[in-house]
């Protein structure tokens, strides 16, 4: 109730998380953000902007790669603009903020519209029998669908698709 930055749990991305200087800003990580809150505003994807971060050698708190799911969660929360929520309650927080108020609900905006148009495209589904039920016999991942084409003949293919922040081995297909 009092602002302060939270102590427990695991510690916010671009801050300093205990000791005398719980709340500064770690400027390495707070410039990940701002490039992917960039990317988001130039209108490339959510996955695409994650593959960036994980490219500039930017990793989660845990020390994991950035998932496109991770990465939206840490976007919209309200201490990246120096607030936080307290017993339900958005409070002001007493360390200064990595974007503006302005900038942050306008990011959370556009993230929420990205969401909305992938919902509503009627394309996004399984129209492909084995997808998310096939698996990897390699890492145990769900094989989604893919196609190569060599020439004029297009190959209908399940692949195990290695994405941002996914632990898949990419290394294994299967002829539909």
Not at 109 to 129: E, K, M, S, V
Request: net charge positive; glycine share 14%; charged share 30%.
């Amino acid at each position: 109730s009092k602002g302060q930055m939270p102590t427990g749990g695991r510690r916010c991305y671009g801050y300093i998380g205990k000791g005398k200087n719980r709340g500064q800003i770690i400027m390495k990580e707070a410039d990940h953000l701002r490039a992917a809150a960039q990317d988001i505003r130039d209108k490339i994807s959510i996955r695409e902007a994650t593959r960036r971060m994980n490219e500039r050698g930017s990793r989660t708190t845990m020390g994991k790669e950035w998932s496109p799911r991770s990465l939206v969660k840490c976007l919209k929360s309200p201490r990246l603009r120096g607030k936080r929520i307290h017993l339900g309650q958005l409070t002001d927080g007493d360390w200064t903020g990595i974007f503006s108020e302005d900038e942050q609900l306008d990011l959370i905006n556009r993230i929420n519209q990205a969401g909305a148009t992938y919902r509503d495209n009627p394309r996004i589904g399984n129209d492909h029998l084995l997808t998310g039920l096939a698996t990897c016999g390699i890492c145990g991942h769900r094989l989604g669908y893919g196609r190569t084409k060599k020439g004029e003949v297009v190959h209908a293919r399940y692949v195990c698709k290695r994405t941002p922040g996914s632990t898949a081995c990419g290394g294994v297909s299967c002829a539909e």
